[in-house]
């Protein structure tokens, strides 16, 4: 299983939290998608996306779908193989 995680920021931040939602409208559509969740932080600007899937290749099909999406254009992902988890 693969966590990803985006961060965007910038000056404005509702333009690209609507972008971000705008990206993330797809993922239902993906095979091996788990789960999003959009998190904003406290004290700063910042946006994060914050992403589970099966493997790699399923969130690289998603990846596609984002296009010019310019939040996702400007994020780089951060990929973490999945060692545990609990619920």
């Known amino acids: ?3 990803v995680i985006h961060t965007f920021n910038g000056p404005d931040t509702d333009r690209i939290l609507g972008e971000v939602r705008t990206g993330i409208q797809s993922v239902d559509d993906i095979q091996g998608f788990k789960f999003a969740s959009v998190n904003k932080q406290e004290n700063t600007d910042d946006i994060m996306l914050f992403s ?10 998603w990846a596609d779908t984002v296009g010019e999406n310019k939040a996702f254009k400007s994020s780089t992902p951060q990929m973490f193989e999945v060692l545990e988890e609990k619920y």
Do not use: G, I, P, V
């Open 1 to 3: 299983m693969l966590t």
């Open 52 to 61: 589970k899937w099966d493997t790699r290749s399923a969130y690289e099909s």
